[in-house]
T-cell receptor, first 110, second 116 residues
Framework: GQNIDQPTEMTATEGAIVQINCTYQ??????LFWYQQHAGEAPTFLSY????GLEEKGRFSSFLSRSKGYSYLLLKELQMKDSASYLC???????????FGKGTRLHILP | EAGVAQSPRYKIIEKRQSVAFWCNPI?????LYWYQQILGQGPKLLIQ????????DSQLPKDRFSAERLKGVDSTLKIQPAKLEDSAVYLC??????????????FGQGTRLTVV
């Protein structure tokens, strides 16, 4: 089966850095996605990690450790518009099934 | 490039009624997903198509939910009869490749269903 865990809510201050962790257990792991979802909107793609290590994309970075079943999303120089839910999702290699965690609601304070 | 199109955006029905949602994926995308997202939770996969074949429907409540993907393009998701707990946003997503190659999923705006 699959199990994906991430914190339910986090709060951070504008201009700061925040790290959102995700742990997973799944059979046939292929890669790990991070999606951003603003309230009332569809999820939008942020990153996809297949190999171990850190991938940086502007203010956002994503890290993966396959051996530990662990990933994190790092957001730097936080802006108010970063207030959203951040969804960790696992892709399975035998059928491309994408399974989502419950999401982490990030609140940014001025 | 046009995104994933879904309709309707909103739907309110009474319990025991039926409802259908429509999805047009991005042109050329072989894989199509239907997700159910209850308020405050992550999307839950209901069914996954590869072209017009079902890859996974293990979490689809088949006594009341059905889905099809005619000709491997558009898809419809139907609920009959609806229950109060079906109130959720129904998201359609599509991705280009299969078998683990570039499987980023693009989402439509969703259909917000309220069952009263």
């Amino acid at each position: 089966g699959q199990n994906i865990d991430q914190p339910t809510e986090m709060t951070a201050t504008e201009g700061a850095i925040v790290q959102i962790n995700c742990t997973y257990q799944t059979s046939g792991f292929n890669g790990l996605f991070w999606y951003q979802q603003h309230a009332g909107e569809a999820p939008t793609f942020l990153s996809y990690n297949v190999l171990d290590g850190l991938e940086e994309k502007g203010r956002f970075s994503s890290f993966l450790s396959r051996s530990k079943g662990y990933s994190y999303l790092l957001l730097k120089e936080l802006q108010m518009k970063d207030s959203a839910s951040y969804l960790c999702a696992v892709s399975r290699n035998r059928d491309d099934k994408i399974i989502f965690g419950k999401g982490t609601r990030l609140h940014i304070l001025p | 490039e046009a995104g994933v199109a879904q309709s309707p955006r909103y739907k309110i029905i009474e319990k025991r009624q039926s409802v259908a949602f429509w999805c047009n994926p991005i042109s050329g995308h072989a894989t199509l997903y239907w997700y159910q997202q209850i308020l405050g939770q992550g999307p839950k996969l209901l069914i996954q198509f590869q072209n017009n074949g079902v890859v996974d429907d293990s979490q689809l409540p088949k006594d009341r939910f059905s889905a099809e993907r005619l000709k491997g393009v558009d898809s419809t998701l139907k609920i009959q009869p609806a229950k109060l707990e079906d109130s959720a946003v129904y998201l359609c997503a599509s991705s280009l490749d299969f078998r683990g190659l570039n499987t980023e999923a693009f989402f439509g705006q969703g259909t917000r269903l309220t069952v009263v």
